[in-house]
């Protein structure tokens, strides 16, 4: 992802200097603070079980765990800063050519533009309700999960749940998004401006619902305004196909399975399905390759780390332990 963000801002002429101090200050705050609700979970889980030593316990664990702190707070933030990079760099290098194709496949397969869909589902009166699932829950949800998942999960899943997300990010959030380049539904004017009329109403509906300070629209100009400029911003960049967003909440409910988190990580995705052509990020074929990718590159690097180790591996890993 470095190599990809080197090399696209190169010939973009995009400056992306400023972006790894601020994803670096708020993941390190986020870990710590994901340190403290796990230490706090440990202790409780120790107290309702009575056990002896609950303190030598759990720094035990804080020191089983500390290098693997590294993911969160160094690594994830490093990848996420390349990533908005290499997408800021999209106007630039290739454009969005693909909107009007992605939204007649929506068309074709749901009916009719699927922000109509959706906005009879949720209803466009309770568009504020839905605005804080969006934007600030689904920011919540990628931080906090990251940090939470290398203090609590078993090695051997916390690399298949960080291989398969930057692998997921890097395929789809590189690789498809630059072939198949669109902006989105509310962005459509970037790229066809043939296009807008089309999805007037849907922005009208947002400028009768949603205040001009609403993270929704605040989001959106921010967006809008970094497009135009040579400088990459945290959270930059605009890119329809394929979406992120649904490809990490379809890592979530992969990671869920067969334990109780996966009655959060479903309807987690359901609703940022849902909003995601409700305020127009998205056409809903953006959402399903998202997704799809994300369950190619888990199931694949599941079967990568999952792998039995050869015999001969074995016989002289425990040679050099006897010498």
């Known amino acids: 992802m470095l190599a990809s963000a080197f090399f696209t801002c190169f010939l973009a002429r995009v400056d992306f200097s400023q972006l790894f101090v601020p994803y670096l200050v708020a993941s390190i705050a986020v870990t710590i603070?994901?340190?403290l609700i796990s230490v706090f979970w440990w202790v409780l889980?120790?107290?309702l079980k009575q056990a002896d030593s609950p303190v030598t316990l759990v720094?035990?664990?804080?020191?089983?765990?500390a290098a693997l702190?590294?993911?969160?707070?160094?690594?994830?933030?490093?990848?996420?800063?390349?990533f908005t990079a290499t997408k800021t760099a999209i106007p630039f290098l290739v454009g969005y050519h693909w909107d009007g194709f992605w939204?007649?496949?929506?068309?074709?397969?749901?009916?009719?533009?699927v922000w109509r869909i959706a906005h009879r589902i949720l209803g466009s009166s309770s568009m504020r309700v839905w605005e804080w699932f969006y934007t600030v829950g689904w920011g919540l949800a990628l931080v906090f999960t990251a940090a939470l998942v290398a203090l609590n999960m078993e090695r051997r899943q916390i690399a298949v749940f960080y291989t398969a997300m930057m692998a997921t990010w890097i395929i789809g959030g590189g690789i498809f998004a630059y072939a198949f380049s669109a902006a989105g539904p509310v962005f459509v004017s970037l790229g066809d401006q043939a296009l807008a009329g089309r999805f007037a109403q849907l922005n009208a509906l947002m400028n009768q619902y949603l205040s001009t300070g609403g993270a929704v629209r605040q989001t959106q100009e921010y967006l809008a305004a970094a497009v135009r400029s040579h400088v990459a911003v945290k959270g930059g960049g605009v890119s329809a196909m394929p979406s992120m967003h649904l490809a990490a909440a379809m890592?979530?409910?992969?990671?869920?399975?067969?334990?109780?988190?996966?009655?959060?990580?479903?309807?987690?995705?359901?609703v940022i399905f849902l909003c995601s052509a409700y305020f127009g990020y998205h056409y809903w074929i953006d959402d399903l390759v998202g997704s799809a990718i994300a369950c190619i590159c888990w199931f694949a690097t599941a079967r990568i780390y999952n792998?039995?180790?050869?015999?001969?591996?074995?016989?002289?890993?425990?040679s050099l332990a006897t010498i």
């Open 103 to 113: 939204a007649d496949i929506d068309k074709a397969i749901f009916g009719q533009d």
């Open 307 to 318: 792998r039995p180790v050869a015999e001969s591996t074995i016989l002289a890993n425990q």
């Open 251 to 270: 890592i979530y409910i992969l990671a869920s399975r067969r334990t109780a988190w996966l009655l959060l990580s479903v309807p987690f995705w359901v």
């Open 59 to 65: 720094v035990a664990r804080l020191r089983e765990r």
């Open 33 to 35: 603070v994901c340190v």
């Open 69 to 82: 702190l590294v993911l969160p707070a160094l690594v994830f933030p490093v990848f996420l800063s390349a």
């Open 45 to 47: 889980q120790l107290a």
